[in-house]
């Protein structure tokens, strides 16, 4: 970390941002900070302006309005002075097949005036038995790791993972999610676009959800939109003529299931396994649900923008 | 890292990695060397007149000639079906998300593609030599040759850069290649020697572009013609129009 920016913690910093294309806008007045450090997970459907986004940061595309810092740089201005400090993996990306990869590594490191030492990155990503390895003969998983030792090969201080595991198997996606773990341990800040929730819940430390070109909701991944703060539901099934109680409030869902929703669980199933005891009757299929962030995202980028839902 | 360092590292990179390729390696390097052995092997022992009162060995001709299409293909047809994957493949847009220069980069590609089409025409003009004896040129001669050889080499590189932007992706890059430089092979003297009575119209539209002039000026080269600074002329106003359509239309990103 040089020290010309050491005062401030915003990395990225975004306002007003807007871009078009044609008639149509991608970006409709974007802002956003990220701090210095941080996973931040940008999420999204196709199409909401997650690359846009991302590839205005980068300086691939200029912007129409806003305001843009990245490391403190205006990247419509000063993108060679940019280039130097950031890393970039690219959604399609490819690399000279018939290289090895310490070949492919050293190639790039080439470019920046204060490289990381290769065996170093090597060692990072987990590609250092496959160091003379040409790049034709790597798996999927290893490609997309070397993909981020190429971005790392200029020692950059934010790195940019744009749809890092988009097309990967389960095994091929943990092997990438690691590395991109430990780039934290090593202080790097990322800005990593995804639309798979458990890979925005498993690395970020904070992510925002776009949609038509808007960011619609920013936090982490526990509190994203007031999840935790949002009514868990109670779900179980009776025996046919058992009706439960009026005051637990549960209602019929099909017919002899009942879904009740609380925002004090403890309290009302204490109540509800109460009642079941006395009765007695048996409280098929119990289960308590939270709302997954895959339900706030649905429920965010489907148009229907709603507060929790608190009395 | 200074620009002459990134610059010799990057020509080293890229030749490792032509060699390496199998594509690459046989369709650019042996190729032309092959069509040499064939054509004199098939054609080499009969004479040909050149001009009516200039006749040389077929073997000389065919030296000559196949010393110009090993540059034309060493430098349009390679940089043009290589770019055409890279940009394809994202190597194009990684590359532009890094701080070398620009000028860099392109230059590599350029002195990479003028450095293979030197080695083949050395080689073909010792394949003549060895086996059929055809005159190298010396002296002065040589001097103009070698401007000849260099000019049409940059010029076809820059034509390679120019073509990738009507190269909608690389799968068609081939195609587009050949579609436009086999015919303007065959009515340059390339392949078929232009005899006294080829049809003119064919000669003009040959005149028109860059291959027939670069073919006599090499051919100036080895047969002992007379050398003609125009040919050198139209291939660099060739190059240089190819440069400023690269400069204005050239595509870092997968065309779409």
């Known amino acids: 970390m040089s020290t010309m920016d050491s005062d401030y913690t915003s990395v990225i910093s975004v306002r007003g941002l807007k871009k078009m294309y044609g008639d149509n806008a991608a970006l409709r007045g974007v802002d956003l900070a990220i701090r210095r450090g941080e996973i931040f997970a940008l999420l999204g459907p196709n199409g909401a302006g997650k690359t846009t986004f991302v590839e205005i940061l980068e300086g691939f595309r200029r912007r129409d309005a806003g305001d843009v810092s990245v490391l403190g740089i205006d990247p419509d201005r000063q993108s060679m002075a940019l280039k130097t400090r950031i890393g970039i993996v690219l959604q399609s990306t490819g690399v000279d097949r018939y290289l090895s990869v310490a070949e ?37 998983g290893q490609q997309r790791r070397l993909d981020v030792a190429i ?14 595991t988009t097309g990967f198997d389960p095994s091929a996606r943990r092997e990438v999610w690691e590395v991109i773990k430990n780039l934290k341990t090593l202080g790097k800040t990322v800005l990593l676009t995804t639309h798979f929730m458990d890979e925005a819940q498993y690395l970020a430390d904070r992510l925002a959800i776009i949609a038509d070109g808007v960011i619609v909701a920013e936090g ?67 289960r308590i649900d939270r709302p997954t962030l895959e339900d706030v995202y649905l429920e965010l980028t489907s148009g229907v923008v709603s507060a929790p839902s608190e009395e | ?15 490792k990695a032509f060699w390496r390729n199998p594509a690459s390696a046989f369709f650019t390097f042996a190729f032309p060397l092959m069509f040499l052995v064939i054509f004199t092997s098939l054609l080499g022992h009969s004479k040909i007149a050149i001009s009516p009162n200039h006749v040389v060995d077929i073997s000389t001709y065919y030296v000559a000639a196949m010393a110009a299409y090993a540059v034309v293909s060493a430098c349009y047809n390679n940089i043009a079906i290589g770019l055409a994957i890279q940009r394809d493949s994202g ?7 890094t701080p070398i220069p620009t000028a860099i980069y392109i230059s590599s590609r350029l002195l990479h593609a003028v450095f293979v089409s030197v080695i083949l025409v050395a080689i ?30 940059l010029a076809f590189c820059a034509l390679g850069f120019a073509i990738t932007v009507v190269i909608p992706n690389a799968d068609a890059a081939p195609a587009v290649v050949n579609a436009s430089i086999l015919p303007l092979l065959f009515v340059s ?25 670069f073919a006599w000026g090499m051919k100036a080269g080895f047969l002992g013609a007379p050398f003609d600074w125009m040919h050198v002329v139209v291939v660099a106003a060739w190059g240089l129009g190819a440069l400023v359509v690269s400069f204005r239309f050239f595509s870092w990103e997968p065309r779409r």
């Open chain 2, 1 to 15: 890292m200074n620009s002459a360092t990134i610059l010799q590292n990057q020509i080293r990179y890229i030749n």
């Open chain 1, 151 to 164: 971005a790392l090969a200029g020692d950059p201080d934010l790195l940019f993972l744009d749809e890092p």
């Open chain 1, 104 to 140: 492919t590594v050293s190639m790039y490191s080439s470019y920046y005036p204060h490289p990381r030492p290769v065996d170093e990155i090597l060692g990072l990503v987990g590609l250092v038995a496959k160091r003379n390895e040409r790049v034709l003969r790597l798996s999927g």
């Open chain 2, 124 to 153: 073909t003009a010792a394949y003549g030599r060895l086996f059929y004896h055809a005159s190298i040129p010396t002296g002065s001669t040589l001097l103009k040759f070698l401007v000849m050889l260099v000019v049409g080499a």
């Open chain 1, 220 to 286: 982490d991944p526990e509190t994203l939109a007031g999840r935790d703060k949002m009514r868990a539901s109670v779900r179980f099934t009776l025996p046919t003529g058992i009706v439960p109680p009026e005051q637990l409030g549960a209602r019929t869902t099909t017919a002899n299931a009942y879904e009740m929703k609380t925002l004090h669980v403890t309290t009302d199933v204490f109540e509800l396994t109460a009642w079941a005891r006395s009765v007695p009757v048996d409280l098929e299929d119990l």
């Open chain 2, 91 to 97: 190597v194009l847009k990684r590359t532009r998300g």
């Open chain 2, 189 to 213: 003297g390339i392949f078929i020697p232009l005899s006294s009575n080829a049809p003119s119209w064919l000669i003009w539209i040959a005149k028109i572009f860059p291959v027939y002039h």
